[in-house]
C-alpha cells in the first residue's frame, strides 16, 4: 500500500439552523486540526439538494456555514475553504464511485432510511447515491482524516468499502499506469471527544438536528445569549442532583447529554465537569453551562453577522478556495480516468 500524504478533509451541508452539535462535532474540530494537518473544509451544496432547496435560502445558507467556518477560526489562506458545487470533479468521480458501490451497501444506510422516511419510493436517487459522493468529497482529493460527528460513521465505513473496492478492481491499471499499489487511501474517521453525538434539548434519546420542529431543542449558532440562556433553562433534565462520577450518569440521557456540552465548550473530561459539579443542583450547573455556552459562542455568532453582511468577501473567499481545490481534483480525476480506461 502507498503511503499516502496525510490530508484533512470534511463538509457541512448548508441546509440552515448550524447547530451546536454541528459546532462541538465538527466545526470545533476542524479549528484544532489546523495546525498538524493541511485542511480542506468544504460546504457541500450539492449534498443539500438531496431534499429540496429553496434556492435563494440555499445561497444565504453556502455562505452562512462558510462564515461559521471563518469565524470559528478556520484559517482559508493557509488551508482551503470552498463550496463543493464549484469542483465539477466531485460529481465525476461520484459517477464512477456510483459504479464502485453496490445496491446492497447503500440500502443499509440508516440515514437514507430515516430521511427517505416510510416513502421511499418518493425520495430522490440522489439522497439515496448521497453516500458515494461523500467518498468521493474525500477521496477526489485522497483524503487521508475526516473529523465528523458520531452520525457520519457509516458514511465513513462506506467510503472505506468504495476506496477499497475500487482499488482492488483496478489493481492491474493501478499498476499499469504507474500508480503505486492502491490507488486510495482509506479514509480514516476522527470521532472523538466528549461531543461526538449532541443531543436534542427536548429529548435525550433524539440527535440536535436542524430539522427538529422544535426550536428549543437546538442551540443554533445565530441564537443571542438570551435565546441560549432560555433554551438550556427549559433543558430537559431529570428530578436527581449530578453525580460525582460518570457511572452516576448510566441512563440518564439528558443529564449525560449537558455534561458532554458542558466537557466539550470547556475543554475537559466528563469527569472533570462532575468533579467540579456533582452532588449540586441542576440549576447551578444549568447556570454555569449558560454562562460557558454565551461566553464560547458569542464572538463566533458575532462575528458570523459580520460577516454575512459582507456577501461579496464570502463569495471571494468559496472562489480562491475552488479554485485551488481544483488544482489537486483535477490531478486525481486524470489518474481515475486513465486508471478506469477513459480517452481524455
Ligand atoms: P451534516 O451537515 O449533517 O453535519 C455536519 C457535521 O456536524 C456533525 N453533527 C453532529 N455532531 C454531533 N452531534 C450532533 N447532534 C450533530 N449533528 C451533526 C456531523 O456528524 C457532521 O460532521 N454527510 C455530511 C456532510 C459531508 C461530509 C463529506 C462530511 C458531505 N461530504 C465528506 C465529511 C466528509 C453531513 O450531512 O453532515
Known amino acids: 500500500m502507498a503511503a499516502f500524504e496525510q490530508r484533512v478533509f470534511s463538509g457541512v451541508q448548508p441546509t440552515g439552523n448550524l447547530h451546536l452539535g454541528n459546532y462541538l462535532g465538527a466545526i470545533q474540530k476542524f479549528v484544532d486540526l489546523q495546525d498538524a494537518y493541511d485542511c480542506m473544509y468544504c460546504v457541500v451544496d450539492m449534498?443539500?439538494?438531496?431534499?429540496?432547496?429553496?434556492?435563494?435560502?440555499?445561497?444565504?445558507?453556502?455562505?452562512?456555514?462558510?462564515?461559521a467556518y471563518l469565524a470559528a477560526g478556520i484559517d482559508a489562506k493557509k488551508h482551503i475553504v470552498f463550496n463543493q458545487s464549484r469542483v465539477?470533479?466531485?460529481?465525476?468521480?461520484?459517477?464512477?464511485?456510483?459504479?464502485?458501490?453496490?445496491?446492497?451497501?447503500?440500502?443499509?444506510?440508516?440515514?437514507?432510511?430515516?430521511?427517505?422516511?416510510?416513502?421511499?419510493?418518493?425520495?430522490?436517487?440522489?439522497?439515496?447515491?448521497?453516500?458515494?459522493?461523500?467518498?468521493?468529497?474525500?477521496?477526489?482529493?485522497?483524503?487521508?482524516?475526516?473529523?465528523?460527528?458520531?452520525?457520519?460513521?457509516?458514511?465513513?465505513?462506506?467510503?472505506?468499502?468504495?476506496?477499497?473496492?475500487?482499488?482492488?478492481?483496478?489493481?492491474e491499471s493501478i499498476a499499469g499506469n504507474g500508480h503505486e499499489d492502491g490507488f486510495f487511501p482509506l479514509p480514516e474517521p476522527l470521532i472523538t471527544g466528549p461531543a461526538t453525538r449532541v443531543m436534542s434539548l427536548r429529548d435525550g434519546s433524539k440527535k440536535m438536528s436542524k430539522s427538529d420542529p422544535s426550536d428549543l431543542s437546538r442551540i443554533?449558532?445565530?441564537?443571542?445569549?438570551?435565546?441560549?440562556?432560555?433554551?438550556?433553562?427549559?433543558?430537559?433534565?431529570?428530578?436527581?442532583?449530578?453525580?460525582?462520577?460518570?457511572?452516576?450518569?448510566?441512563?440518564?440521557?439528558?443529564?449525560?447529554?449537558?455534561?458532554?456540552?458542558?466537557?466539550?465548550?470547556?475543554?475537559?473530561?466528563?469527569?472533570?465537569v462532575l468533579s467540579e459539579f456533582g452532588g449540586g443542583q441542576f440549576s447551578t450547573f444549568k447556570q454555569a453551562l449558560a454562562d460557558l455556552c454565551i461566553d464560547k459562542?458569542?464572538?463566533?455568532?458575532?462575528?458570523?453577522?459580520k460577516l454575512q453582511a459582507d456577501p461579496g468577501h464570502i463569495d471571494s473567499v468559496l472562489a480562491n478556495g475552488g479554485d485551488r481545490a481544483e488544482v489537486l481534483a483535477r490531478k486525481t480525476m486524470d489518474a481515475v480516468k486513465d486508471i478506469v480506461g477513459f480517452i481524455r
Not at 436517487?125 to 460527528?149: E, N, S, W
Not at 438550556?232 to 442532583?241: F, S, V
Not at 458569542?298 to 462575528?303: G, L, S, V
Request: one cysteine or more.
Open 47 to 67: 449534498h443539500a439538494i438531496t431534499v429540496w432547496q429553496n434556492p435563494l435560502e440555499l445561497k444565504n445558507n453556502i455562505r452562512e456555514v462558510t462564515a
Open 297 to 305: 459562542l458569542a464572538p463566533i455568532t458575532a462575528e458570523m453577522r
Open 88 to 171: 465539477p470533479q466531485h460529481a465525476e468521480l461520484a459517477w464512477v464511485f456510483n459504479c464502485v458501490a453496490r445496491m446492497g451497501w447503500l440500502n443499509r444506510m440508516t440515514q437514507f432510511k430515516e430521511k427517505a422516511g416510510k416513502d421511499r419510493e418518493n425520495a430522490s436517487v440522489g439522497l439515496f447515491a448521497y453516500p458515494a459522493l461523500m467518498a468521493a468529497d474525500i477521496l477526489v482529493y485522497r483524503g487521508t482524516h475526516v473529523p465528523v460527528g458520531d452520525d457520519q460513521k457509516q458514511h465513513l465505513e462506506l467510503s472505506r468499502d468504495i476506496a477499497q473496492k475500487f482499488n482492488n478492481d483496478f489493481s
Open 220 to 272: 443554533k449558532l445565530s441564537d443571542d445569549a438570551d435565546q441560549i440562556a432560555t433554551k438550556i433553562r427549559k433543558a430537559r433534565t431529570d428530578p436527581e442532583p449530578l453525580p460525582s462520577e460518570k457511572k452516576g450518569l448510566e441512563g440518564r440521557r439528558e443529564a449525560e447529554n449537558l455534561v458532554g456540552i458542558y466537557a466539550a465548550l470547556a475543554g475537559t473530561s466528563a469527569e472533570a
